[in-house]
C-alpha cells in the first residue's frame, strides 16, 4: 500500500471523529482544563455550586432514590435494570432542579463570558465585537489574555434563554427512564434533540441572524445539534461535576461555532475566487 494512501486511510477517521458534533463537549474540557485564562470565571463560583449539586443531588439519592427504584421494581417488573434506569432518573432529576437554580448564581453570565473569550482566543474578535467592545491585544501584555480583552456587553447578553418549555418537557420524558434498557438512551436523545440548538443561541445572537434563519440552522444541523446536546446532557448528569461541565460544554460549544465561523469564510473565499476566475477569463 503506498505511503500516501495508507496515510489517508488512518487520517481521515480521526479528522472525522475530530470534527464531529458529539466531541466539542469532550473538546470543551480539554481547553479549559489547558488554558488558564478561563480559571477566574469558574473559580468565584466553584465552591458554591459544588456545594448546591452536593446538597440537592445527596437529598434526592436518600430520599427518593430506593422508592423510585422499588416502584421500578414493583410495577415495571424491572430486574437488575431497576437500579441503572432508577440512578438515571434521580440524575436527571437533579440536573433539572440545578439547572433552574442555576440562574441565583448568575452561571449564564459566565458562560457568556467564556463562549466570547474563546471565540476571541480562536481569532474571532469582529464576531463578538457585534455585542461587546474587545480591546486590541497589542496594546499591552495584558490584553493578551482573552478574557481580560473583553468589554462589559453593549447589549443584552443571555448565553441560553431560560425555556419553561424545556424544563417542562425534561420533566415529562423522565419517565421514558421507567422503559427497561431502551428507555435511558431514548431520554438521552429526545432531551438532546431539544437542548442542543441552545448551545449555539449566543453564536446566533453574535451573527444577529432573525428567528427565521436560526430555525433554517438549525434545521441545516439538526443532526449534529442532536449529538451536541445529547452529549452535553450525559455531561449534567455526572454528579457533583453537572455545574463545571455546563461551563466547560460553552467552550466546547465556542469552539465548534469557530470551526463553523472557518468554514463559512473558507466558502466565501472559494466563491469569490470563483467569480474572480469567470471574471478574468469569460466563457
Not at 469582529?126 to 493578551?144: F, G, K, Q
Request: aromatic fraction near 12%; charged fraction near 20%; include cysteine.
Amino acid at each position: 500500500m503506498a505511503p500516501k494512501l495508507k496515510q489517508t486511510l488512518i487520517t481521515r477517521p480521526i479528522r472525522a471523529v475530530s470534527a464531529a458534533s458529539w466531541v466539542y463537549p469532550l473538546k470543551g474540557i480539554y481547553y479549559f482544563l489547558t488554558h488558564p485564562f478561563l480559571y477566574p470565571l469558574l473559580r468565584a463560583r466553584l465552591l458554591p455550586c459544588t456545594l448546591l449539586s452536593l446538597f440537592v443531588l445527596s437529598s434526592l439519592f436518600v430520599w427518593t432514590y430506593l422508592p423510585q427504584v422499588a416502584f421500578l421494581a414493583v410495577v415495571f417488573r424491572q430486574g437488575h435494570s431497576a437500579w441503572l434506569n432508577g440512578t438515571v432518573l434521580v440524575l436527571g432529576e437533579g440536573a433539572a432542579i440545578i439547572a433552574i437554580l442555576f440562574e441565583a448564581f448568575l452561571v449564564d453570565e459566565a458562560q457568556v463570558d467564556i463562549f466570547d473569550a474563546v471565540l476571541v482566543s480562536e481569532g474571532h474578535d469582529d464576531l463578538v465585537r457585534t455585542m461587546r467592545p474587545v480591546e486590541d491585544a497589542l496594546l499591552s501584555a495584558e490584553y493578551a489574555n482573552p478574557v481580560r480583552r473583553l468589554g462589559r456587553p453593549t447589549k443584552a447578553s443571555v448565553y441560553a434563554p431560560f425555556s419553561l418549555r424545556q424544563i417542562v418537557e425534561f420533566v415529562v420524558l423522565l419517565p421514558l427512564n421507567f422503559v427497561p434498557f431502551v428507555g435511558v438512551p431514548l431520554f438521552l436523545l429526545l432531551t438532546g434533540y431539544r437542548a442542543g440548538p441552545f448551545q449555539h443561541w449566543r453564536y446566533f445572537k453574535l451573527r444577529a441572524l432573525s428567528r427565521k434563519e436560526r430555525d433554517a440552522e438549525v434545521a441545516k444541523r439538526r443532526k449534529s445539534y442532536t449529538w451536541f446536546g445529547t452529549v452535553a446532557l450525559l455531561l449534567q448528569l455526572v454528579p457533583v461535576l453537572s455545574m463545571l461541565f455546563l461551563l466547560t460544554t460553552a467552550a466546547g460549544a465556542a469552539l465548534w461555532a469557530a470551526r463553523l465561523e472557518e468554514e463559512k469564510m473558507m466558502a466565501e473565499e472559494r466563491a469569490q475566487s470563483g467569480t474572480q476566475e469567470y471574471a478574468d477569463n469569460p466563457v
